[in-house]
């Protein structure tokens, strides 16, 4: 597995060993648990959950019970029993770890699978909460979550697919497991979701494809999935509450060639310039980046955000930006004002975002 790492960039002699975005998490509010599935009644069954999540013994009771129930021969049985095991889950932490202890992994991933839309979603919540807890990650790809996880992704209802997406971003944390996602057919499915999906669909593809996209042969996946049309149209939607999130996604793809060559094609360098112009600091700091990256082995892009007008609010962060943007606004406008130079001034390296 490749996973490409930060590379200082150097530019007539100068080094920048500095350029990277630190808070860049910060773009992203991580996949949490499933916000919905609260105890919504007073029945029987509501009662006693809400006794086993304030009681230690109950609670070991009861998952052992649940876990029988997953491998009953009763749908509406296998569906209580998905539902409780997902709150337990999401509602206590220390229940995670004994939830997989009792054995219930593998029948929740075998209703991942059901035909049953209702039984699929908990099925798939349920590993999205167990996933919470770092020492359940590993357990629930080799029990193997991940590919019906992605079938989830591909038929289940839009929460099956929002938490699916989760559930595979949890996993993705382990870093053998980015390729095995990947090669399971998840990355269209991810810009689909990103695409097509609601705001919260979106939210979680992006972080999802932006931890898997550390692999080189996912960027490519993603870029040939045709990631770039829907990041180049988020960056451009101020108002979308998306644009931090699908910039910071661009900077991990933009050093494959294949998603230059995509980004310019879909219109990417006049929104790189625009939020030079009106974004964030920290908007404007990576857009730099991106464009830099872009920039720096090609005559025809430095040409093409020349003329875009690029130049003059380049000068401007130059004065005001903060440090990191000050410096990566002063370099790329050297390699504007020198559009015909040949391509050995900037050839070293990637610029690290």
Known sequence: METENPVNYKYMGRSFNDLSINDDSTAFSDCNSDRSGEFPSASSQNRRLVLACANSENSDELIRQLVSDLDSCSIDEQKQ???????????KPENRLKIAKAGAIRPLISLISSSDPYLQENGVTAILNLSLCDENKELIASSGAIKPLVRALRTGTSTAK???????LRLSQVEENKVAIGRSGAIPLLVNLLENGGFRGKKDATTALYSLCTVKENKIRAVEAGIMRPLVELMADFGSNMVDKSAFVMSVLVPVPEAKTALVE???IPVL???????SQRQKEIAVAILLLICEDSVLFRTMVAREGAIPPLV???QSGTNRAKQKAETLIELLRQPRSGNAAARHSDVSV
């Open 81 to 91: 029993a998905a539902l409780e095991l997902r709150l337990l889950a999401k509602n």
């Open 273 to 279: 310039v625009e939020i030079i112009e009106v974004g």
């Open 316 to 318: 401007a962060l130059s």
């Open 266 to 268: 879909e219109g990417g």
């Open 162 to 168: 929002e938490n699916a997406a989760c559930a595979l």
